[in-house]
C-alpha cells in the first residue's frame, strides 16, 4: 500500500489535501504532505470542516502556510 502512495505522489502534478483536524494529526497524511512539500509540487488544501483559524494545528502549519 505504502509503495502505490508513495508512486501516486511521485506521478502526481499537485495534491488536493482534504484537511480535517484528524487528517493533520495523522502520521501517514503528515508523511505524504512532507513528501509532496519535498518533491515541490503544489499543494492545494480544501477544508473539509468548519474552523474558526487556520492554518490547522501541528506539523503540517510550516507546509500549509507558504
Known amino acids: 500500500l505504502f509503495e502505490k502512495i508513495d508512486d501516486g505522489i511521485r ?3 499537485c ?3 482534504c484537511a480535517t483536524l484528524k487528517y493533520t494529526k ?3 497524511c503528515r508523511r505524504e504532505v512532507c513528501l509532496v ?3 515541490g509540487k503544489t499543494i492545494i488544501p480544501l477544508l473539509l470542516e468548519d ?3 487556520w492554518s490547522p494545528p501541528g506539523p503540517m ?3 500549509f502556510a507558504e
Open 61 to 63: 502549519v510550516l507546509v
Open 11 to 13: 506521478n502526481a502534478k
Open 37 to 39: 512539500d519535498a518533491l
Open 15 to 17: 495534491m488536493l489535501s
Open 26 to 28: 495523522s502520521l501517514n
Open 51 to 53: 474552523t474558526d483559524i
